[in-house]
T-cell receptor, first 115, second 115 residues
Framework: AQTVTQSQPEMSVQEAETVTLSCTYD???????LFWYKQPPSRQMILVIR??????QNATENRFSVNFQKAAKSFSLKISDSQLGDTAMYFC????????????FGGGTRVLVKP | EAQVTQNPRYLITVTGKKLTVTCSQN?????MSWYRQDPGLGLRQIYY???????DKGDVPEGYKVSRKEKRNFPLILESPSPNQTSLYFC??????????????FGSGTRLTVV
């Protein structure tokens, strides 16, 4: 079974600074997808960024980028130029199509952006 | 607007009183799933459905039932709720399995308290 681990329960960052969230996963599969979801106080789950395992290039979406290390099974999220609206819970998630469409989540990292 | 609609948003009930949380999607998605979110544990899958009349257990199915009589609806049923089912519940959907890179669309969550 796949597992996803987020080792940082909470992180804080000053506005305009950069913060990096760590995520590691365990799988024996070669083809899979990785995601970062944001959950603000409104509780809505918002897809931030996705990465296909067969792509070596790291995904980027505006101020959000990932560092995907397939051999190390690591998938960290970097938030650049942090904004107050980035304050939220962030979840790393894994999906392997061979096991259906199941998303397996990490325990989450709470990010607080301070003014 | 493409969305997953969950109701109710908040629910307080007493132990043993049957309840149903409704979920409906308007995107013609084949795959639907229920998750519960608990602090430190992230989101864990309760049940999922690959298509109409096809359902299967996730990681934490005990105490829950589901049905998929129509493609758009996937209700979660608690026949005899207990306090350990107090949690935040999410319904989610995605297109046909094999399109995993698209991730899920989530409902807005149901905060359930069982006293």
């Amino acid at each position: 079974a796949q597992t996803v681990t987020q080792s940082q329960p909470e992180m804080s960052v000053q506005e305009a600074e950069t913060v990096t969230l760590s995520c590691t996963y365990d799988t024996s599969e070669n083809n899979y997808y990785l995601f970062w979801y944001k959950q603000p106080p409104s509780r809505q789950m918002i897809l931030v960024i996705r990465q296909e395992a067969y792509k070596q290039q790291n995904a980027t979406e505006n101020r959000f980028s990932v560092n995907f290390q397939k051999a190390a099974k690591s998938f960290s999220l970097k938030i650049s130029d942090s904004q107050l609206g980035d304050t939220a819970m962030y979840f790393c998630a894994f999906m392997n199509e061979a096991a259906g469409n199941k998303l397996t989540f990490g325990g989450g990292t709470r990010v607080l952006v301070k003014p | 607007e493409a969305q997953v609609t969950q109701n109710p948003r908040y629910l307080i009930t007493v132990t043993g009183k049957k309840l149903t949380v409704t979920c409906s999607q308007n995107m013609n998605h084949e795959y639907m799933s229920w998750y519960r979110q608990d602090p430190g544990l992230g989101l864990r899958q309760i049940y999922y459905s690959m298509n109409v009349e096809v359902t299967d257990k996730g990681d934490v199915p005990e105490g829950y039932k589901v049905s998929r009589k129509e493609k758009r609806n996937f209700p979660l049923i608690l026949e005899s709720p207990s306090p350990n089912q107090t949690s935040l519940y999410f319904c989610a959907s995605s297109p046909h399995p094999g399109t995993g890179s698209l991730g899920y669309t989530f409902g807005s969550g149901t905060r359930l308290t069982v006293v």
